[in-house]
């Protein structure tokens, strides 16, 4: 049986995350050129394929598009009202909570939403939850947008979306961190700049990958390398003995706040 297609609009769909999943979903082929629609204030296309529609009124988007992307930064959210209850409204928003988004939508079929820049690659985690006016049909057509960006769940709890947000919605994000350290620490004792960036790019583009394959968790691979008992197992007990698991918490806890506070 043949798929349902529909039309996706992207309000936002010039910025950094909806160009990343415009990109995505015309890559992915869920969804053509023509039958998907871009708006912001300035009506600019992106860089997007010539096909799209773009359009600068919100409404002009919504009485085109079956599903409706909210890809906005939070603070003009309150302003929105697309007055669409009868579209599928799919918000990834970071701490735009349900109420406002079914205020903005105008009823309750809506769904909020994480996902990241990633999703050009398609290779976004995109987690969500349904609001109460979500048909098991619509389930399926959020599956089926965030499977063509990456993998996706769906969470029965809505305040857990604020910690996708801290931990999945940047990428790099906080994996960047760790990066940025590592090449600090090689610049210090005299490695080139350029070789310290080029040698923890290649690290954590395969450590990326190698985590990404199989079935070994992240502990398994630390397990793996300290029961190798080598050059690493030394420096990863210094690690599991060492304050950063409470310090990464303490970061993760203020983006959560963040975006609590949005
Ligand atoms: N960037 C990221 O890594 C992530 C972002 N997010 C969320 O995605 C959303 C978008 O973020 P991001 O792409 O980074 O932001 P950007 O600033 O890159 O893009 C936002 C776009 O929205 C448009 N816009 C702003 N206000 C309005 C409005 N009132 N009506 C219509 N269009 C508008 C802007 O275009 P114009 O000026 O032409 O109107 C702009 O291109 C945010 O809510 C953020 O929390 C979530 C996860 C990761
Ligand atoms: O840093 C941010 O605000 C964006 C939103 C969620 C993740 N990154």
């Given at each position: 049986?043949?798929?349902?297609?529909?039309?996706?609009?992207?309000?936002?769909?010039?910025?950094?995350?909806?160009?990343?999943?415009?990109?995505?979903?015309?890559?992915?082929?869920?969804?053509?050129?023509?039958?998907?629609?871009?708006?912001?204030?300035?009506?600019?296309?992106?860089?997007?394929?010539?096909?799209?529609?773009a359009t600068r009124d919100p409404s002009v988007l919504a009485g085109a598009c079956d599903v409706i992307l909210l890809s906005v930064p939070p603070a003009s959210a309150?302003?929105?009202?697309?007055?669409?209850?009868?579209?599928?409204?799919?918000?990834?928003?970071?701490?735009?909570?349900?109420?406002?988004?079914?205020?903005?939508?105008?009823?309750?079929?809506?769904?909020?939403?994480?996902?990241?820049?990633?999703?050009?690659?398609?290779?976004?985690?995109?987690?969500?939850?349904?609001?109460?006016?979500?048909?098991?049909?619509?389930?399926?057509?959020?599956?089926?947008?965030?499977?063509?960006?990456?993998?996706?769940?769906?969470?029965?709890?809505?305040?857990?979306?604020?910690?996708?947000?801290?931990?999945?919605?940047?990428?790099?994000?906080?994996?960047?961190?760790?990066?940025?350290?590592?090449?600090?620490?090689?610049?210090?004792?005299?490695?080139?700049?350029?070789?310290?960036?080029?040698?923890?790019?290649?690290?954590?583009?395969?450590?990326?990958?190698?985590?990404?394959?199989?079935?070994?968790?992240?502990?398994?691979?630390?397990?793996?390398?300290?029961?190798?008992?080598?050059?690493?197992?030394?420096?990863?007990?210094?690690?599991?003995?060492?304050?950063?698991?409470?310090?990464?918490?303490?970061?993760?806890?203020?983006?959560?706040?963040?975006?609590?506070?949005?």
């Amino acid at each position: 049986m043949a798929r349902e297609s529909f039309t996706i609009g992207i309000l936002g769909g010039n910025g950094m995350l909806g160009g990343a999943m415009a990109r995505g979903l015309l890559d992915s082929g869920i969804v053509a050129p023509d039958d998907l629609w871009i708006c912001s204030r300035r009506g600019s296309r992106g860089g997007l394929p010539l096909d799209v529609n773009a359009t600068r009124d919100p409404s002009v988007l919504a009485g085109a598009c079956d599903v409706i992307l909210l890809s906005v930064p939070p603070a003009s959210a309150d302003a929105l009202r697309l007055d669409a209850p009868d579209r599928l409204v799919i918000s990834v928003m970071a701490g735009v909570t349900m109420d406002r988004l079914e205020a903005i939508a105008g009823g309750p079929r809506v769904v909020r939403a994480m996902c990241s820049p990633a999703a050009v690659k398609r290779l976004a985690y995109a987690p969500w939850v349904a609001g109460s006016g979500v048909a098991l049909r619509d389930k399926t057509t959020v599956t089926r947008i965030f499977e063509a960006l990456g993998k996706t769940d769906e969470l029965k709890d809505e305040a857990q979306l604020d910690l996708f947000t801290a931990l999945t919605g940047p990428v790099p994000g906080f994996a960047a961190y760790f990066a940025e350290v590592m090449a600090g620490y090689a610049e210090a004792r005299g490695i080139d700049p350029r070789m310290a960036d080029r040698a923890v790019r290649q690290l954590f583009r395969a450590a990326g990958e190698m985590m990404a394959e199989g079935d070994k968790t992240p502990t398994d691979h630390v397990q793996q390398m300290i029961d190798y008992d080598g050059t690493t197992a030394a420096g990863l007990r210094v690690l599991r003995a060492s304050p950063i698991p409470d310090q990464m918490a303490e970061a993760l806890d203020a983006a959560v706040e963040k975006s609590r506070s949005l």
